[in-house]
């Protein structure tokens, strides 16, 4: 079956720029994650969706990041004001009512430059 | 606070040989363990999991890892390694949010 999908693969913007990336979960995961992966880094955790609620966005490392989940199914991640420091991958992965396991796109590279 | 932490930055194996790749994990309350592998300029492949039971973990691809709970350790391995292996593997610890919380990467460089 399709596993996740992200949108775009790549997105090179401009510092001060406002960015959209999208995730498409596999079919019938009620839980979304966002990760985002700088080089030479492990993923880190950013916010968990349960359904159309943003469940722990702890992750979210300032009022310029946003993320919305409308109808439970695909979810974008909004970043207002880019900066350079905001270059890295960006991850998004998905998982059944009930399991543990998290399924991982194959990330949206963002450059700002 | 609850981390992950992998000890090597690159592991060099010959092909045919065993391999290891080392985790060690702070957490508290009983720690729910993933290994993931990454190839260049893809996403996280799920490898496998320890939530309970056996300290033997099998999943895919012939990989397993083992669970030592006094050590606080879950170390992957292969029998025999294969030059397709190469790649970069994050082991990882669920939270009780459901968050991910990954190591920094282990890269394996398998040498014909």
């Known amino acids: 079956g399709a596993g996740v999908s992200q949108t775009p693969s790549n997105k090179v913007t401009e510092k001060g720029k406002y960015v959209e990336l999208r995730c498409d979960p596999i079919?019938?995961?009620?839980?979304l994650y966002w990760y985002r992966q700088s080089l030479g880094q492990g993923p880190e955790f950013l916010i968990y969706?349960?359904?159309?609620?943003?469940?722990?966005d702890s992750g979210l490392p300032n009022d310029r990041f946003f993320a919305v989940r409308p109808e439970g199914s695909v979810s974008t991640l909004k970043i207002q004001r880019t900066e350079r420091g905001d270059s890295a991958m960006y991850l998004c992965?998905?998982?059944?009512?009930?399991?543990?396991?998290?399924?991982f796109g194959p990330g949206t590279r963002l450059t700002v430059l | 606070a609850q981390s992950v932490a992998q000890p090597e930055d690159q592991v060099n194996v010959a092909e045919g040989n065993p391999l290891t790749v080392k985790c060690t994990y702070s957490v508290s309350g009983n720690p729910y363990l993933f290994w993931y592998v990454q190839y260049p300029n893809r996403g996280l492949q799920f490898l496998l999991k320890y939530i309970t039971g056996d300290n033997l973990v099998k999943g895919s691809y012939g990989f397993e890892a083992e669970f030592n709970k006094s050590q606080t350790s879950f170390h992957l391995k292969k029998p025999s390694a294969l030059v397709s292996d190469s790649a970069l593997y994050f082991c990882?610890?669920?939270?009780?949010?459901?968050?991910?919380?990954f190591g920094q990467g282990t890269t394996l460089q398998v040498k014909p």
């Open positions: 969706f349960q359904g159309t609620g943003a469940a722990d």
């Open positions: 079919s019938g995961h009620t839980a």
């Open positions: 990882a610890v669920r939270v009780f949010t459901g968050k991910l919380i």
């Open positions: 992965a998905s998982s059944q009512q009930g399991s543990d396991t998290q399924y």
